[in-house]
């Protein structure tokens, strides 16, 4: 979802309504003034006491399904209460929420929570509830001029991981994954090539909850932003078939990433692979997504490009500067398949991109990050949001 933060009108408020100076704010040159009240607007947002950091920014986006969007995206920390024995792989348990409603009646809803303890529990929980507009492209589908069906949808989705520390780099646990969906499609007179019918896996939605074993390697040094290491994870998990489930598949999912600074630590190259399977009756909705802000930046609609299968390679450089600004440079490939009406290497997709860092939590290397991606066929995405994308 495309976010940008009001800066503009915060300063405003704060600046012109309060009439409060800010003499920190570099004189010498018009980039210098402009640096300077961008981390002047960022550091008013942040209120801090010994064990609490809360961060609020106003957000806001425009799509042409859902209309114009206005919401707040909080960030709260809470920090241990004995910092002089902290282990090395301790970090503050962090809470973003984000909410947003549009002009035409729907909204959307966030909410991320991770928890560290000193006994080597990790708890990674995610819980989105939306009420918006979508677009079905229909799947294994490559067509570069489809005209896709949009339908409302309501949905209310979980995922969770419980990870228990068994070395210094090497965890396992569960993972849980739900969702409750409702589709409802539009009443226009449609005359495009794209069937969303009763034909279709999940066209009225339904219920899924699927759970199965997790494994990761992680020797990164940072986890908002890494200058180094590996995090290697894999789950499996099993929807089984059960009088709740309305779907029976099974998900194995890899995912493989790589750090390494150049020079110094403000110079990172990224890179990561990712595999993605599912195996039975799987709702089109819950099928592998191989675009859109999780996965390969340039490809606008996430379910542009759906199936059973999906796998892609993505590699990024990221520098950040002592203003607490940076960029990345992007590229990456990949591709949707099921083995049938599409191999892994037929019709690959290449993207690439670049993006601007700000530095909003300089303690943790927490980053707001605008990226602006070119994909296939002329796409053109634009994303605002909190942290790197891997």
Do not use: C
């Amino acid at each position: 979802m495309r976010k940008i933060l009001l800066f503009g009108i915060l300063y405003f408020f704060t600046e012109v309504v309060l009439g409060q100076q800010q003499d920190s704010i570099p004189k010498n040159n018009f980039i210098d003034r402009a640096t300077g009240l961008f981390v002047s607007t960022m550091d008013k947002l942040t209120f801090e006491t010994d064990r609490i950091s809360f961060s609020v920014y106003p957000i806001m986006g425009l799509e042409p399904q859902t209309g114009l969007q206005l919401g707040l995206m909080p960030v709260v920390r809470f920090l241990p209460k004995d910092t002089t024995n902290v282990p090395e792989f301790y970090y503050p348990t962090t809470l973003m929420p984000s909410f947003m409603v549009s002009t035409k009646g729907k909204f959307s809803f966030e909410l991320e929570y991770l928890m560290h303890t000193r006994s080597r529990w990790v708890i990674m929980l995610n819980m989105k509830i939306n009420d918006l507009t979508n677009d079905f492209y229909g799947v294994s589908n490559n067509h570069s001029d489809i005209e896709p069906f949009s339908y409302d949808f309501r949905d209310r989705l979980f995922n969770g991981e419980v990870l228990k520390g068994v070395s210094k780099n090497w965890f396992i646990g569960v993972r849980v994954e739900a969702s409750d969906v409702k589709n409802k499609p539009h009443d226009d007179i449609y005359n495009g090539p794209i069937v969303f019918d009763n034909t279709i896996l999940g066209y009225d939605g339904g219920f899924a909850l699927g759970y199965g074993p997790v494994i990761k390697y992680d020797s990164r040094d940072d986890i908002f932003f890494p200058t180094k290491g590996i995090l290697a994870s894999s789950y499996y998990l099993d929807f089984p078939k059960s009088s709740f489930n309305d779907y029976h598949f099974q998900r194995w999912m890899v995912d493989l990433r790589y750090y390494h600074s150049i020079f110094d630590e403000r110079k990172v190259m990224a890179m990561q692979f990712v595999l993605n399977s599912n195996h039975g009756d799987v709702p089109f909705y819950l099928m592998s997504q191989l675009g859109g802000m999780n996965s390969l930046r340039g490809i606008v609609h996430p379910f542009r490009y759906i199936d059973d299968k999906i796998w892609f390679s993505r590699a990024e450089y990221r520098q950040m500067f002592k203003n607490r600004f940076g960029y990345a440079l992007y590229m990456g490939i990949g591709n949707q398949f099921d083995n049938v009406h599409i191999k892994p290497f037929d019709d690959v997709k290449f993207v690439y991109g670049t993006g601007l860092r700000f530095l909003i939590l300089p303690e943790d290397r927490m980053n707001f990050r605008a990226d602006l991606g070119f994909g296939p066929h002329g796409q053109t995405s634009l994303y605002f949001t909190l942290l790197e994308a891997f």
